[in-house]
């Protein structure tokens, strides 16, 4: 293996690595912190400005050394990150517990918490992540070999790390396992960088020309081109993500996607850049190509969900298709923009050029992401915070280009944004994300609609009549516009606040997580609790709620607190006890929907409920499929063993409810029945008759079911996804099957 080989290797696998691990934080902060806007910026704040100031600081470290052994730097860096991974566990298990006391006692002070437990966490992988790649520029310059080609693949292992780890890794060997593989290829590489340091020096080209100390640093212009480039290309991971998520429904397979689609084409740039600069090109033509490339592409983004079409039959042809699809959209302004950085990467000739360079695209990147999220996307839409990246690109490009050009390229660049404008599909104004342009449910008019830094809402009415909230393109919550027996499919949500409550004797407390249009908590109100708290993770969902007049103002009893928060976190935080919890979060498959049906999260729910307590939990029949609805409900058993599933008689959905007694068995008596005066659409007689599976058949029907855990992510990753892109009858007539079949098996009766 030749010693060229051999750096690219190391820098393919060390690639795959990072990328798992940054997987790995995300999920893990979320689960110990609560999921939160705030809590990934955050996390992504950390991670980031840790690797900005390791590569500035290894770039100074080997600055004007020429006997250093990079080579050897390069491995113990690798080294360290692989033990920072293996106490990733404990670690975040140790702020898990911090943040639940710092809390009980002083709110305000956890966020600052947040940030210094993070930063000790995740600040020493990511500053040696960060510092791994200016030795390993200087180990392939020192043996002839091509900067720019170096961090092309270092980006396509990137790609690779991303796709294992979410199609692979996690499926196969849980959160835990997962992360053990990155540290076991952290430590090959590292090991293998430490000997083979020895044997290569031999063979190491020294550099022509040292630069001197004052000519060793990158120019300005460079470094304002690598930080608009960087600003642009994290700007445009949110809207493009905001957009193509809304497309997808927001699971995690399609994040995968979205995020290797945008890597491969960094990586595709990178390994361009030699032939390019052979052939002439000049960067200043390609950086404004690539401005006007984000321009042009933006109205097929904001249109997304109309080109990617229905359900595939076979869900694995559905992910190839998006994954062209997606490439198709992004690929060509992602390439363009991805050529300025490996470009002026090879133009320098010093590690504290290279760790100059790269910190300030990193710092630039952060700003982008951030300031896409938090300022952006809520002042001016997607679709202008695409423009506003593009025109800022082109414009660089336009700056940098010899003066004689300047114009020719302004005119392309000029042409590019009023194909943009022009095009425009009104996202927010006149329409929404959703994919259906006729019958019932198309869209007729935009009530409201918000682009948060956690995701895009949006209250709308359709041509029935109907009022729905969506959230990321998904339908979220609807209000029948003309209910009729057989047609209200808000039904449901009634009775996840009616259902509990009538199975509890004396509830006086009750817990609603997931707030949606506010129809459960209005139902839980309706049956006279003395306090009644509403957990959302966003604040603009309680702001949307004046726009569905069948929640009663339910905001404005004032036995109800509203709380913005993970509904997770805030189970872990409070020293409240419930008679009742209800939830309906968004589907299992969706990202980061796990940690709602996992048995962690059942155990923390059990933990706050009083001795008689009662907790419902959606469980929609028509988005999970069979192989994982029984998973839900042998999780949910673990927990409550006294439990049942109730179908609702007009939507069909499923609702698991369980009590935290063990005895009587649960659905014998309804004790709510004799609160009277109460108008809730069905008798006891008909509620009686919606019970599916009693606790018997329950037990019969989970039994083939996995447990669902914070570690396995059985719902978010693998299967369980790619399932649930079937077509909506085929997975609701599978379960009805299993439930028929459970039912017949314990000799209960079931229609």
Request: a positive charge.
């Amino acid at each position: 293996m030749t010693d060229r080989l051999l750096l690219y290797i190391l820098a393919l696998f060390s690639g795959a690595a990072a990328l798992a691990w940054e997987v790995l934080w995300q999920l893990k902060a979320s689960l110990a912190l609560g999921a939160s806007a705030w809590g990934a910026a955050l996390t992504l704040a950390v991670a980031m400005g840790g690797m900005s100031a390791g590569a500035a600081a290894a770039g100074a470290l080997l600055r004007g050394r020429p006997a250093a052994r990079p080579l050897r730097l390069y491995g113990l860096l690798q080294i360290a990150i692989g033990v920072g991974g293996l106490w990733l566990g404990p670690a975040f298990r140790a702020m898990e517990a911090l943040d639940t006391r710092l809390f009980a006692l002083l709110p305000a002070a956890a966020p600052p918490a947040h940030g210094l437990g993070l930063a000790i966490v995740l600040g020493i992988p990511a500053f040696c992540m960060g510092a791994s790649f200016p030795p390993l520029a200087l180990a392939v310059r020192r043996r002839g070999a091509c900067v720019a080609r170096l961090y092309g693949v270092n980006t396509l292992g990137a790609a690779a790390g991303t796709l294992a780890t979410a199609f692979a890794l996690i499926p196969a060997f849980g959160v835990a396992g997962a992360g053990g593989i990155a540290a076991g290829v952290n430590f090959a590489v590292g090991i293998l960088a430490v000997f083979s340091d020895r044997a290569s020096c031999s063979q190491e080209i020294p550099l022509s020309t040292p630069p001197a100390a004052s000519n060793d640093r990158p120019s300005a212009a460079a470094i304002a081109t690598v930080c608009v480039t960087g600003f642009a290309m994290f700007s445009l991971e949110v809207v493009w993500f905001r957009a193509l998520i809304s497309a997808f429904k927001g699971t995690t397979d399609a994040f995968a996607i979205l995020l290797a689609s945008v890597l491969l084409s960094l990586a595709a740039a990178a390994a361009c850049v030699p032939r390019l600069r052979r052939v002439g090109a000049p960067l200043p033509t390609l950086i404004a190509a690539a401005g006007m490339a984000i321009l042009i592409a933006t109205p097929a983004v904001e249109r997304f969900d109309l080109i990617i079409g229905g359900r595939d039959k076979i869900p694995i042809l559905l992910i190839f298709k998006w994954f062209g699809l997606t490439l198709l959209a992004i690929g060509p302004p992602t390439f363009l923009l991805g050529i300025a950085l490996p470009w002026l990467l090879e133009d320098c000739r010093s590690p504290r050029a290279w760790g100059a360079l790269s910190a300030a695209n990193t710092l630039a990147a952060v700003a982008g992401a951030l300031g896409a999220g938090w300022l952006l996307l809520p002042a001016i839409g997607l679709a202008r915070t695409a423009w506003l990246s593009g025109a800022a690109v082109a414009a660089a490009g336009i700056a940098r280009a010899p003066a004689g050009r300047r114009l020719g390229i302004a005119v392309g660049a000029s042409a590019a944004l009023a194909l943009a404008v022009a095009f425009e599909s009104g996202l927010g104004v006149s329409r929404v994300q959703f994919g259906v342009t006729r019958g019932p449910y198309r869209v007729v008019r935009v009530l409201d609609s918000f682009d948060g830094p956690d995701a895009t809402f949006a209250a709308v009415e359709t041509a029935a009549g109907d009022r729905l909230l969506m959230i990321n393109g998904f339908l979220a919550s609807a209000q029948t516009g003309r209910p009729t027996a057989d047609r209200d499919p808000s039904h449901y949500m009634r009775w996840m606040g009616h259902l509990p409550m009538l199975l509890h004797p004396a509830p006086r407390r009750a817990l609603v997580i997931c707030f949606g249009i506010g129809l459960t908590a209005n139902a839980v109100r309706a049956e006279r609790p003395a306090a009644l708290d509403a957990v959302d993770l966003s604040e603009r969902v309680f702001r949307m709620a004046r726009h569905f007049p069948a929640n009663e103002d339910v905001l404005d009893d004032p036995i109800v607190r509203p709380i913005v928060m993970d509904g997770r976190a805030w189970l872990r935080r409070t020293t409240e006890i419930y008679d009742v919890i209800t939830l309906e979060p968004m589907p299992p498959n969706f990202a980061g929907m796990n940690a709602l049906y996992s048995r962690e999260f059942y155990a923390q729910a059990a933990r706050k409920l009083s001795p008689d307590g009662v907790l419902a939990q959606w469980v929609p029949l028509h988005l999970t499929p069979s192989e994982y609805a029984v998973s839900v409900a042998r999780t949910f058993l673990e927990v409550f063993p006294n439990a049942l599933l109730w179908v609702d008689p007009v939507s069909g959905t499923g609702i698991l409810v369980g009590a935290k007694n063990a005895r009587p068995p649960i659905g014998l008596a309804w004790p709510g029945f004799a609160r009277l005066g109460l108008a809730r659409g069905l008798t006891e007689s008909q509620v009686r008759e919606a019970i599916a599976l009693d606790p018997a058949a329950l037990a019969r029907y989970a039994a083939p079911g996995r447990v669902i855990t914070d570690d396995n992510q059985l719902l978010a990753y693998g299967p369980a996804v790619l399932l649930s892109h079937r077509h909506m009858r085929r997975i609701r007539e599978e379960n009805q099957q299993r439930l028929d079949a459970a039912a017949a098996e314990t000799g209960m009766e079931n229609d």
